[in-house]
């Protein structure tokens, strides 16, 4: 009953604050009373821009793994996507959105959902298309054998084959939206400040104030968010996942969350199950539905047997050139405003882009290196063990969704205390924030190792050595490379906080291309702002398609699970 209160006063509070009248910039009350109000709202907007993230990196994802066309369309997005920071898509989403709606909330909220969903999708889809790369070929000839449609060996094969993948990569992207939360929903664009009630904007404010007290009590309405998500949503569905493990013998123990057995006692959902099913029993519809009824069957079997032939969109020659010609009349106006703004760029600003591009690059190298070599034993640890992965699951999620804000002038004053510059410290500070998405693709990896294959290892006497070198590493390194992509495009994107903090009305920053980009958006600066985006576009896509496509492609070939 109190999911049910909390959601219905959730969807109360939602639609009161979206049809009310516009108000670009609000007082932030920083009262106790205020958080959970605060919390319901932001905890809304990161919800919703997670469901619009899963869809798109189903569709994304199964595309881009299934029709080769589509794969050398939809990739070069993503690498473009991930490369540009959340706040760099603020002038065209709040400018465009308020534009269409000027007269209620509703194009600032949905401008935020958006930010949030850009911090989101990347390691989703990513993570989906990298399963659907790897699946075995033994599935594929099963599907065939069995004949069947592409939508039941979606269903059926490549859907649970990626769920573990999916379920860890959701923690991250959902920890990767509370990190940049505050950015989201109080930001500064062209002089004018703009606040939206939340989490992110109470933080905001009270970091900006330097009210200790208001910033210890977002930290505990924070912490008590993330463990409640942990515990009613996270949990049950990490346990669940295991059961799509490729592994032959049974575990012997199986967790079940204690939030799974509530739900199995509980009268309301057998109420609710109870009632579903008499709806779509016969019984219900009477003699006179089932005619009806058949002919609706008949309307969506038709309807599949239309998608399943869909194959001959990839032969329709005139479709794709049609859609090729679209894609580069459209590239092709893009480019056109670009170089409007790039105009704008003087000699000297190209120059120190290109400097802070190459001293960011060398910051995002060393959090890779560093990265690797911390999570893969830990991962591993935690992985194979489904007691540690009860233990340590909630902490990881709790550690990685702290946004940046909150962390940084904690590390700040240490940084002081220890005489650490920022050049050195900004590379630190991305370190906390992009560290998570390559150890949640250690554990999905790590948690997808059979059962079967380890204790034949064992039976064998092979060392713990020999076990890491020729099981647990090549088993995770699908996944592995997987995390450095997403954690290299979140340590581009975390370069604009960590390299441009503001604490108590005083700015601290170091030469990178995050703190130019921070800097050209507070001051309206779109020339630089743009000319900034285009170098980091240009060096994350460059360093996409020369190294890690290359990896994925030996890595596919090297260490693909076969039977």
């Known amino acids: 009953m109190g999911i049910i209160g909390f959601l219905i006063y959730g969807s109360v509070l939602t639609a009161q604050r979206w049809t009310g009248e516009l108000q670009p910039r609000i007082d932030i009350e920083l009262s106790y009373w205020a958080l959970p109000k605060y919390g319901i709202l932001s905890l809304t907007r990161a919800s919703l821009a997670y469901l619009l993230s899963l869809f798109s990196s189903l569709v994304l994802g199964y595309l881009a793994a299934r029709y080769r066309r589509a794969e050398q369309i939809i990739l070069p997005f993503l690498d473009i996507g991930q490369s540009i920071p959340v706040i760099g898509f603020l002038p065209g989403l709040v400018l465009g959105l308020l534009s269409v709606f000027s007269k209620s909330n509703l194009g600032l909220e949905l401008a935020c959902i958006l930010m949030i969903f850009t911090s989101q999708v990347w390691n989703l889809a990513f993570s989906f298309y990298s399963s659907m790369k790897f699946l075995p070929k033994h599935f594929h000839e099963m599907s065939a054998n069995v004949n069947l449609s592409w939508w039941q060996k979606f269903l059926l094969i490549e859907l649970p084959f990626s769920a573990s993948g999916l379920a860890w990569n959701s923690l991250m992207s959902m920890a990767g939206g509370w990190f940049f939360l505050t950015v989201c929903e109080a930001f500064t664009l062209g002089g004018k400040e703009f606040r939206l009630p939340g989490l992110g904007s109470y933080m905001a404010v009270a970091i900006e104030q330097g009210n200790t007290q ?7 309405a924070m912490i008590i968010l993330i463990l409640g998500m942990d515990f009613i949503i996270w949990r049950p569905i990490i346990a669940w996942t295991r059961r799509f493990r490729v592994d032959e013998a049974p575990e012997v123990y199986q967790e079940i969350p204690f939030m799974q057995l509530l739900l199995q006692e509980s009268k309301i959902v057998r109420v609710v199950d109870r009632l579903l099913k008499f709806i779509w029993s016969p019984q219900f519809h009477g003699p006179q539905k089932k005619k009806k009824r058949g002919t609706l069957q008949q309307w969506f079997h038709r309807q599949w047997a239309y998608l399943d032939d869909i194959e001959w969109l990839s032969h329709f020659r005139v479709f ?34 290109l400097k802070s591009t190459g001293l960011t690059l060398l910051r995002v190298l060393g959090c890779l290196l560093i990265s690797i070599l911390w999570t893969v034993p830990f991962g591993l640890w935690v992985g194979l063990s489904t007691e540690r992965t009860r233990l340590f699951q909630p902490l990881i999620q709790l550690a990685a969704s702290f946004p940046a804000p909150i962390l940084y002038p904690l590390v700040l004053v240490a ?10 410290g900004s590379g630190i500070l991305m370190l906390l ?34 076990t890491w070198k020729n099981l647990y590493i090549p088993s995770i390194l699908p996944n592995l490379v997987t995390g450095l992509v997403t954690a290299a495009g979140g340590a581009w994107n975390a370069s604009i906080v960590a390299e441009y903090i503001t604490y108590k009305h005083q700015v601290y920053s170091t030469m990178g291309l995050g703190a130019l980009i921070s800097e050209a958006t507070a001051q309206g600066n779109f020339s630089l702002l743009v000319g900034s985006l285009v170098a980091m576009v240009a060096i994350v896509v460059g360093f996409n398609r020369l190294v890690w496509h290359q990896v994925y492609d030996w890595v596919d070939r090297r260490f693909r699970f076969e039977r």
């Open 415 to 424: 940084f002081q205390y220890f005489n650490i510059g920022l050049g050195v």
């Open 320 to 353: 794709n050139r049609l859609f090729v010609l679209i894609s580069l009349i459209f590239a092709l106006w893009v480019s056109s405003q670009i170089f409007q703004f790039l105009e704008g760029v003087t000699i000297d600003e190209g120059f120190l882009i």
């Open 433 to 466: 924030g992009v560290q998570w998405y390559v150890l949640f693709n250690v554990l999905a990896g790590a948690t997808m190792i059979s059962r079967e294959l380890r204790e034949t290892f064992m039976l064998v006497g092979l060392s713990k050595v020999d």
């Open 214 to 220: 208001a910033m210890v009590g977002g930290f505990v």
